[in-house]
C-alpha cells in the first residue's frame, strides 16, 4: 500500500516525488519507458523555476549542467533586453539537456525515498473511498491513496478519469533535430539572418562537436507518433532556404504542433493530474516543462498534508483553484505568441507594432515576468499587493532566504521578534530576524514559498496558520514566543 503512486517520472512526476519525500510520504512512481529519454534537447528553466530549485537546494547542481543566458528576448522571439531590475537573485534563464535535467530530479526523488518502477504502464485503475487500485499493462495490480497523472500530453490517466481536454488541435507542425550540415558556417549564418527577419519557426544553431539543431515548419500536420524522416527535413529546407545545407547523421529527429489544450478538472476524488497532462501548448517562450514544475511545487506539500492528516478541509481544492487560472494564462500568451510568429501580413504588422510598444520597459517587464512566472499572484483575498505572491531570495540573517526553505515546511520570518508558531512548529519554521530584507513587520510563507500572510499580530497569524496548516499539534496555541533557524 503506497501513499502516492505517480504515472511518469519526466520532470513534473520527479519534482512531485521528492516534494512528498520531504513529508514521508511513501511514493511509488511508474514511468511506462524502459530508459531514460536520449533526445538531448535543450530546455530552459525560467527565473521562477530556478528559484524553486534553489529552495530545494538543488540549484547549485543544475548549474553544472546547463549555461545561463540572458532573461530577455522570450515573447515571441521579439529581441529585447532583459528588463531592469528584475525582483529576483536567480534573474537569468538556463538552458539545459533535458535529459540531465530529469536525471538531476529523479535522483533527488529516489535519493529521498521514492521508488521509481521504469517498464511499469498504467493501463486501468478503480478508485474507491479509502483509495485507487492501479493496473499494470502485465496485470499487476497495486494499490494506493491516491495517483498522479504526470503521464504527459496524451495521459493515459486522464483519458481513463474522462476527464475534458477542450482546446485546439494542432494548425501547424514543426520539425526539430540534431544532425551535421555539409556547408560553412558563414553559409548558414547568413540564409539563417535573412529567413529569420520574419520566418520565426525556422533555425539552424550550432550544438557542439560538428552538430546543428535544426528547426523548420513542415508540410502539413502529420501523425506525431510517427518520426520524421531526413528527407523530410531536407524536403523543407530547400523549400524554405533553397537549400538543404548538406545536412546529414541525425542523432534525433522528432517534431512538435501547437495544439492548446487545458484539462476541465485538475482532480477527481483520489486521482488528480499535472504538467503536459493538465494542459499542452506551444514551446513558443518555453513555458511548457517550467509551467509542469511548477504544478508539482504547489500540489506536493498539499498532498502531504491530506496523507499526513492535518490538511485543512479545503486545502487540496486549492491546486486546481491557483494553477488552473495560471494554465489559462499561459495558453493563452502561446496563443498570442504563435499569432504572431505568422508570415501573413496582418499578424507581421502586430509584430512590429509590439516590437515598438516593448521599447516601454513597463511592457517589456510586464511580458518577461509573465513568461518567467514571477508576476503570478494566486487569490488569497484582500491585502497588500505582496499577498499571494512569492517571496524574492532575499537576505535574512545567516545566509539567504530560501536557504531555510529546503525541507519544504512553511516558514514565519518574524521581524518583530515577537511571534511564535506554537503548535504548528512540527510543520512551520519561524526564524526571529529583526535585520531580513522585507518592507513589512513579518511574513507566513508557505513551503512553495508564496506569502500566506503580512502582519505583526499574534492572534491574526494563528488564524492564517490554521487555514493553510490546519489545527495545532498541541492545545498550547498561546505558548511563548520561539526563534529557531531550520537545520
Given at each position: 500500500m503506497f501513499d502516492v503512486i505517480i504515472s511518469g517520472c519526466g520532470p513534473t512526476g520527479a519534482m512531485l516525488a521528492a516534494e512528498l519525500r520531504l513529508h514521508d510520504v511513501r511514493v511509488l512512481v511508474?514511468?511506462?519507458?524502459?530508459?531514460?529519454?536520449?533526445?538531448?534537447?535543450?530546455?530552459?528553466?525560467?527565473?521562477?523555476?530556478?528559484?524553486?530549485?534553489?529552495?530545494?537546494?538543488?540549484?547549485?547542481?543544475?548549474?553544472?549542467?546547463?549555461?545561463?543566458?540572458?532573461?530577455?528576448?522570450?515573447?515571441?522571439?521579439?529581441?529585447?533586453?532583459?528588463?531592469?531590475?528584475?525582483?529576483?537573485?536567480?534573474a537569468f534563464l538556463l538552458g539545459i539537456p533535458q535529459p540531465a535535467i530529469e536525471r538531476l530530479l529523479e535522483e533527488h526523488?529516489?535519493?529521498?525515498?521514492?521508488?521509481?518502477?521504469?517498464?511499469?504502464?498504467?493501463?486501468?485503475?478503480?478508485?474507491?473511498?479509502?483509495?485507487?487500485?492501479?493496473?499494470?499493462?502485465?496485470?499487476?495490480?497495486?494499490?494506493?491513496?491516491?495517483?498522479?497523472?504526470c503521464d504527459g500530453a496524451r495521459s493515459t490517466v486522464r483519458k481513463l478519469l474522462g476527464v475534458g481536454f477542450p482546446g485546439e488541435p494542432s494548425r501547424t507542425e514543426t520539425l526539430m533535430g540534431e544532425m551535421e550540415v555539409g556547408v560553412p558556417p558563414e553559409e548558414i549564418a547568413a540564409k539563417v539572418s535573412e529567413i529569420g527577419r520574419t520566418n520565426k519557426r525556422f533555425w539552424l544553431r550550432p550544438f557542439g562537436e560538428g552538430a546543428y539543431s535544426v528547426v523548420v515548419p513542415a508540410a502539413g500536420v502529420g501523425d506525431r507518433a510517427e518520426t520524421p524522416t531526413l528527407e523530410d527535413f531536407k524536403q523543407q529546407l530547400r523549400t524554405i532556404a533553397g537549400t538543404d545545407f548538406g545536412v546529414h547523421s541525425p542523432r534525433w529527429l522528432s517534431r512538435f504542433?501547437?495544439?492548446?489544450?487545458?484539462?476541465?478538472?485538475?482532480?477527481?476524488?483520489?486521482?488528480?493530474?499535472?504538467?503536459?497532462?493538465?494542459?499542452?501548448?506551444?514551446?513558443?517562450?518555453?513555458?511548457?516543462?517550467?509551467?509542469?514544475?511548477?504544478?508539482?511545487?504547489?500540489?506536493?506539500?498539499?498532498?502531504?498534508?491530506?496523507?499526513?492528516?492535518?490538511?485543512?478541509?479545503?486545502?487540496?481544492?486549492?491546486?486546481?483553484?491557483?494553477?488552473?487560472?495560471?494554465?489559462?494564462?499561459?495558453l493563452d500568451n502561446t496563443r498570442a505568441q504563435m499569432e504572431l510568429h505568422s508570415t501573413e501580413p496582418g499578424p507581421q504588422a502586430v509584430r512590429r507594432l509590439l516590437t515598438e510598444l516593448m521599447d516601454f520597459d513597463e511592457v517589456n517587464r510586464h511580458l518577461i515576468e509573465k513568461i518567467t512566472a514571477i508576476a503570478i499572484r494566486y487569490d488569497f483575498g484582500e491585502g497588500p499587493d505582496l499577498l499571494g505572491r512569492r517571496l524574492p531570495d532575499v537576505d535574512v540573517k545567516g545566509g539567504r532566504l530560501y536557504g531555510l526553505l529546503h525541507r519544504g515546511r512553511g516558514l514565519l520570518l518574524d521581524r518583530t521578534e515577537s511571534l511564535t508558531v506554537g503548535g504548528w512548529a512540527d510543520r512551520v519554521d519561524h526564524l526571529a530576524d529583526p535585520t531580513a530584507a522585507l518592507d513589512v513587520p513579518c511574513v507566513l510563507l508557505r513551503p512553495d514559498g508564496h506569502v500566506a500572510w503580512i502582519g505583526d499580530d499574534q492572534r491574526d497569524l494563528e488564524d492564517h496558520l490554521s487555514r493553510w496548516f490546519g489545527e495545532p499539534a498541541r492545545p498550547d496555541r498561546r505558548s511563548a514566543p520561539t526563534a529557531t533557524r531550520p537545520g
Amino acid at each position: 500500500m503506497f501513499d502516492v503512486i505517480i504515472s511518469g517520472c519526466g520532470p513534473t512526476g520527479a519534482m512531485l516525488a521528492a516534494e512528498l519525500r520531504l513529508h514521508d510520504v511513501r511514493v511509488l512512481v511508474l514511468e511506462k519507458e524502459t530508459e531514460p529519454s536520449s533526445f538531448v534537447r535543450i530546455v530552459g528553466l525560467h527565473i521562477r523555476s530556478l528559484e524553486l530549485m534553489a529552495m530545494r537546494g538543488l540549484l547549485d547542481r543544475m548549474l553544472e549542467h546547463g549555461r545561463k543566458r540572458p532573461a530577455g528576448g522570450f515573447f515571441a522571439a521579439i529581441d529585447k533586453p532583459v528588463p531592469k531590475g528584475l525582483d529576483s537573485a536567480h534573474a537569468f534563464l538556463l538552458g539545459i539537456p533535458q535529459p540531465a535535467i530529469e536525471r538531476l530530479l529523479e535522483e533527488h526523488a529516489t535519493h529521498l525515498g521514492a521508488q521509481v518502477r521504469r517498464g511499469g504502464a498504467v493501463t486501468g485503475f478503480e478508485q474507491d473511498d479509502e483509495g485507487v487500485t492501479v493496473e499494470l499493462a502485465d496485470g499487476e495490480q497495486l494499490r494506493s491513496r491516491y495517483l498522479v497523472g504526470c503521464d504527459g500530453a496524451r495521459s493515459t490517466v486522464r483519458k481513463l478519469l474522462g476527464v475534458g481536454f477542450p482546446g485546439e488541435p494542432s494548425r501547424t507542425e514543426t520539425l526539430m533535430g540534431e544532425m551535421e550540415v555539409g556547408v560553412p558556417p558563414e553559409e548558414i549564418a547568413a540564409k539563417v539572418s535573412e529567413i529569420g527577419r520574419t520566418n520565426k519557426r525556422f533555425w539552424l544553431r550550432p550544438f557542439g562537436e560538428g552538430a546543428y539543431s535544426v528547426v523548420v515548419p513542415a508540410a502539413g500536420v502529420g501523425d506525431r507518433a510517427e518520426t520524421p524522416t531526413l528527407e523530410d527535413f531536407k524536403q523543407q529546407l530547400r523549400t524554405i532556404a533553397g537549400t538543404d545545407f548538406g545536412v546529414h547523421s541525425p542523432r534525433w529527429l522528432s517534431r512538435f504542433g501547437d495544439a492548446t489544450r487545458l484539462a476541465e478538472r485538475y482532480r477527481v476524488g483520489r486521482v488528480l493530474l499535472a504538467g503536459d497532462a493538465a494542459h499542452i501548448h506551444p514551446p513558443t517562450g518555453g513555458q511548457g516543462l517550467n509551467l509542469g514544475v511548477q504544478d508539482a511545487f504547489n500540489l506536493g506539500w498539499k498532498l502531504a498534508a491530506q496523507i499526513r492528516g492535518w490538511a485543512p478541509e479545503t486545502l487540496l481544492d486549492t491546486y486546481q483553484a491557483e494553477r488552473h487560472p495560471v494554465a489559462e494564462d499561459v495558453l493563452d500568451n502561446t496563443r498570442a505568441q504563435m499569432e504572431l510568429h505568422s508570415t501573413e501580413p496582418g499578424p507581421q504588422a502586430v509584430r512590429r507594432l509590439l516590437t515598438e510598444l516593448m521599447d516601454f520597459d513597463e511592457v517589456n517587464r510586464h511580458l518577461i515576468e509573465k513568461i518567467t512566472a514571477i508576476a503570478i499572484r494566486y487569490d488569497f483575498g484582500e491585502g497588500p499587493d505582496l499577498l499571494g505572491r512569492r517571496l524574492p531570495d532575499v537576505d535574512v540573517k545567516g545566509g539567504r532566504l530560501y536557504g531555510l526553505l529546503h525541507r519544504g515546511r512553511g516558514l514565519l520570518l518574524d521581524r518583530t521578534e515577537s511571534l511564535t508558531v506554537g503548535g504548528w512548529a512540527d510543520r512551520v519554521d519561524h526564524l526571529a530576524d529583526p535585520t531580513a530584507a522585507l518592507d513589512v513587520p513579518c511574513v507566513l510563507l508557505r513551503p512553495d514559498g508564496h506569502v500566506a500572510w503580512i502582519g505583526d499580530d499574534q492572534r491574526d497569524l494563528e488564524d492564517h496558520l490554521s487555514r493553510w496548516f490546519g489545527e495545532p499539534a498541541r492545545p498550547d496555541r498561546r505558548s511563548a514566543p520561539t526563534a529557531t533557524r531550520p537545520g
